[in-house]
């Protein structure tokens, strides 16, 4: 059995050291790319979200490299990712790329289900081990997580242009190979050690801007088109709402670890603006704005999927919260026509805006 | 004076509406409806709503604006997270009230009370009796208007069940007589939309009498009844959580399965998230076994009803001559 699953940003350092902690075969598919995309968009529907058609890319091109089983996430609804996996099966099914597939999704009935579920991928193996297995790969989701909260910090103060991302893709390798957890406790040492050496002016100030929305598109870099590096290289600093290791504790682990900050933040503060979840992480996205506002960030922007339903009732709602909390919100979609150049000259255009507005306020306050 | 309650005409209006209507009226409300669908009621629509929201939604922004024009005192836009056991309906629907009041201004009132009943049928009441507070009615006495009302609602759903659609039968609720289709029929064609796309006749370019007039019978997924929906979803691997969804991919399955039909158009609405799911494992469904036809129909704000009429007249033809050849 070799096992794949879909690609979102560094998730596949996380679930590839889960498996391979117990010694399951594991294929990483290739990372997305323009021919991930194209191979999605052919055989996807039209007006799926950009998640599904990165997903169908990912497993064309994962089973080109022999995987044969897909482990993928599932939910209830009401967002359209709880049938992902159900109509990915069926477009795979037609194009007669064969897998089987195990969805770790909340259980109908018992937690049994859940429970065969998981059978099916460790096969025999103790619980107990699975359990260290689990752990193993949230602890390497933190660890990369710290790592790329440094770059978010040093890369809009880098000397050479570059020498984060060069640093940021060393460190993620560091810990991608660590196999116990002595090893990645090391490896976590020597990868911030490399993220420290950056030569960086590390007292320049810069702007402030969150980055809000859509998980998917928040952590995939390919899916929003590096943001998070155009945006540092134009010195601005960046804060993401969403990180792997917090979606993991808030929904996995029911936020049962502790010193992570969790999503309840948010959520806290979304009314009045919105009063009820919307599935997905609509609310989250109200309430991140709000939130980000009263840290003092100088701006957000919000990431989505064309056609993302809950993201859609964000979108019509962050006007209104932008004017009350007196913070510029600009929201991006995604989907398969993204051109770098066109979403560069807006990111200047924002960050210009963001600085001008800057320059005033201290002006007035001084 | 009665309170007046604007009921806006999208939406879930073409499940519910008698009900509402009963239940409001039983607590001593006015009850008024948004005007029918025009053009000038979408482009407002359009025009307060955001760029990448779906069809029904800029229409239902539409309807709203209508029935502010309208100067009600009241309007009626419950936050519909549930209406049956661990389903939902669309996230949209469940940010609506807030997205309608986030954009349209000059608002009156807004009766936003959660439909909630994911968890238990009874939850229902958390709603009638919130409603109820609204006309000064106690919990009890809003529970028995709101019980009062349901055998209409039943009513109106075996009318459905009989093969009238949402109008007709409203129109038999009020005492209507409803006027046979004057040319006789020789196919039967599904039609497989979400309600307030299909029975809206501006917004599916009066796609159902326009097939009526060409000499098609139709029939749509409320036409059959929850069990052969049931029956229908049975295949699917996993629960569907939407409840229309649920209800369109049921339906078609079922009138597939059982060869009741000659073909089936399945209409999406633009950007409508659930029909890129539903109608595509639909169409695979359907296409795999190869034995009716099925076309596929996007509705957009763009009016072109020129187009449509070419294609619902070729899918026609076409299934006058597979039945002549088969």
């Known amino acids: 059995m070799k096992v794949t699953f879909p690609h979102m940003g560094y998730m596949y350092v996380s679930l590839k050291g889960m498996l391979e902690y117990l010694g399951i075969d594991v294929v990483v598919p290739p990372a997305c790319s323009k021919k991930t995309l194209t191979l999605g968009v052919k055989h996807s529907p039209e007006f799926a979200c950009l998640p599904l058609k990165l997903n169908i890319g990912n497993f064309i091109e994962a089973k080109e490299l022999g995987a044969d089983t897909i482990m993928m996430a599932g939910g209830c609804g009401p967002c359209r990712f709880g049938y992902y996996a159900y109509v990915e099966n069926e477009i795979l099914k037609d194009l007669k790329v064969d897998y089987n597939l195990v969805v770790m999704e909340p259980p109908e009935k018992h937690i049994g289900e859940l429970l065969g579920r998981i059978r099916k991928i460790t096969g025999n193996r103790p619980w107990l081990q699975i359990i260290k297995a689990l752990r193993f790969g949230f602890l390497k989701a933190k660890a990369v997580d710290e790592v790329e909260v440094l770059s978010f ?214 | 004076m009665p309170i007046r309650v604007g009921i806006p005409r999208a939406l879930l209006y073409y499940y519910y509406f008698p009900l509402w209507k009963e239940f409001l009226e039983r607590l001593g409300a006015e009850v008024v409806v948004s005007d029918r669908t025009t053009k000038g009621i979408l482009t407002s629509g359009v025009e307060h709503c955001v760029d990448e929201a779906c069809l029904p939604i800029k229409l239902a922004f539409g309807h709203v604006k209508n029935l502010v024009d309208k100067g009600v005192d009241v309007i009626f836009l419950p936050r519909i997270v549930s209406v049956a056991q661990r389903e939902y309906i669309c996230p949209k629907f469940l940010g609506f009230p807030d997205m309608v009041k986030q954009n349209i201004p000059g608002l009156p009132r807004v009766l936003d009370t959660t439909i909630n009943v994911r968890k238990k049928q009874q939850d229902i009441h958390l709603f009638t009796r919130e409603v109820g507070a609204l006309f000064n009615h106690g919990a009890i006495k809003s529970r028995l208007a709101y019980l ?179």
Request: glycine share 6%; aromatic share 6%.
């Open chain 1, 153 to 366: 910090q040093i890369r809009p103060r880098e000397l050479v242009r570059g020498s984060t991302d060069r640093a940021l893709q060393k460190a993620i390798n560091l810990i991608d190979e660590a196999k116990t957890t002595t090893e990645l406790t090391i490896a976590l040492e020597r990868a911030k050690e490399l993220m420290r050496v950056v030569p960086a002016e590390r007292e320049r100030p810069a702007l402030r801007v969150a980055l809000i929305g859509e998980i998917y598109t928040l952590l995939e870099p390919y899916a929003n088109v590096n943001i998070e590096r155009h945006l540092g290289q134009l010195g601005v600093e960046v804060d993401r709402s969403m990180m792997l290791s917090q979606w993991v504790n808030d929904h996995l682990f029911m936020g049962l670890v502790r010193n992570i900050p969790s999503s309840d933040r948010f959520k806290k503060v979304a009314a009045p603006y919105l009063n009820h979840f919307v599935g997905g992480h609509g609310l989250e996205t109200v309430g991140s704005a709000v939130w980000y506002a009263r840290q003092g960030y100088d701006g957000a922007i919000q990431v989505l999927p064309f056609t993302c339903m809950p993201e859609i009732v964000a979108q019509s709602i962050l006007p209104k919260v932008s004017a009350e909390v007196d913070m510029p919100i600009m929201t991006l979609i995604m989907d398969e026509h993204s051109g770098e150049a066109g979403l560069i000259t807006r990111l200047e255009a924002f960050i210009d805006l963001l600085k001008r507005k800057k320059e005033q306020k201290e002006a007035l306050t001084s």
């Open chain 2, 148 to 326: 009062l009302s349901m055998p209409t609602h039943f009513q109106y759903i075996s009318l459905l069940e009989q093969g009238y659609l949402p109008e007709e039968a409203m129109g038999i609720l009020k005492g209507k007589k409803i006027k046979e289709n004057p040319v006789a029929t020789d196919l039967k064609v599904a039609v497989i939309g979400h309600p307030y796309n299909i029975y809206d006749p501006f917004i599916s370019m009066n796609l159902i009498n326009r097939l009526r007039k060409f000499g098609a019978e139709v029939i749509t997924a409320d036409n059959l009844t929850e069990q052969m929906v049931n029956e229908g979803v049975k295949r699917l691997p996993k629960k569907l959580f939407w409840t229309m969804s649920r209800r369109m991919t049921g339906g078609a399955l079922n009138l597939h399965d059982r060869n009741a039909v000659d073909g089936i158009i399945h209409v999406a609405a633009f950007a409508c998230g659930p029909d890129s799911m539903t109608g595509e494992l639909i169409e695979r469904y359907i296409r795999r076994d190869g034995k009716v036809p099925f076309m596929n129909i996007n509705l957009d704000e763009h009016t072109g009803e020129a187009g449509v009429v070419t294609r619902l007249e070729a899918f026609l033809d076409m299934l006058r001559w597979r039945k002549k050849a088969v």
